[in-house]
């Protein structure tokens, strides 16, 4: 039996087989995958198991992460269904599948984790939000946990929060690199280079995200300690107001949310 097993192997699953291999949560021995292209780049890389096919996976993996497209999730599900036991663990990382849907799919009460972690687990930087189907055991949550901790930290949440989760920190990276190249951009217009224009922005991102997370202060606080009273900073603050900075982040997380339910609404 497999620690791990992944069905689809693209950019989000080989970031959390990373952090799970690098932070000692599997060894290669203990990882199966299934991965129609090019799974010898997967063998060579991280010395893991490549299955013959999904049911191998399935009937050989304690945990199984359906790390494909939301729109093969019933086609996989039908094809594996039958292969897996009542201890298997089923992760779940599309936004739109509930675990009853999931349950569903499978024609019986299955245990199901269900995740949103984020492209910085690429880095080992990932933040995941998790849930989890009412029938898992406090040592099957547990497992799990070490698992997406492995890639960053975690935060256990209701599964009616989680379109509002999956907005801002599952697709709030982008929104982040927005920001870091609209800086970039300026600092080009001013003469800076681009190359350093981007380190200056991202590590600028960097250092206030850790001031957040480091001091606990309010991140208006930290905003007005930058603010001299008639200075340089509280010039661009107000500009940014007067474009609607704020409002524009809090309504396009909004969209994203209303898209959330859309999708889950289409299937």
Request: with cysteine.
């Given at each position: ?148 901790n492995s890639f960053g930290e975690t935060v256990i949440i209701k599964e009616e929060l989680m379109g509002g989760l999956s907005a801002i920190s599952g697709s709030g990276p982008a929104y982040i690199y927005m920001l870091i190249e609209a800086m970039a951009d300026a600092g080009v217009k001013e003469g800076i280079s681009r190359k ?72």
């Open positions: 039996m497999f620690k791990l097993g992944f069905i689809g192997l693209g950019n989000m699953g080989k970031a959390m087989l990373f952090g799970a291999l690098k932070n000692k949560y599997v060894k290669n021995t203990e990882v199966i995958f299934r991965k129609n292209k090019n799974p010898e780049e997967i063998v060579e890389k991280y010395k893991v198991t490549s299955a013959k096919d999904n049911i191998e996976v399935a009937e050989k993996s304690k945990v199984i992460v359906l790390a494909v497209k939301p729109n093969i999730y019933a086609e996989i599900i039908g094809e594996i269904k039958d292969s897996v036991s009542e201890n298997t663990i089923i992760m779940n990382i599309t936004p739109s599948f509930s675990i009853k849907e999931i349950q569903n799919l499978f024609g019986k009460n299955i245990k199901v984790a269900r995740a949103m972690p984020n492209t910085p687990a690429m880095v080992n930087a990932g933040i995941t939000g998790l849930c989890f189907s009412d029938n898992m055991t406090d040592s099957d949550k547990e497992d799990i946990i070490n698992f997406t350093d224009s981007y380190k200056l922005a991202a590590k600028t991102v960097e250092g206030a995200a850790k001031m957040v997370l480091e001091t606990s202060r309010h991140p208006g606080e930290l905003k007005d300690n930058v603010c001299s009273p008639g200075g340089t900073t509280i010039a661009g603050v107000i500009e940014l107001e007067n474009n609607g900075f704020r409002s524009s982040i809090i309504k396009g997380i909004g969209k994203t949310v209303d898209r959330f339910k859309e999708m889950n609404e289409e299937k």
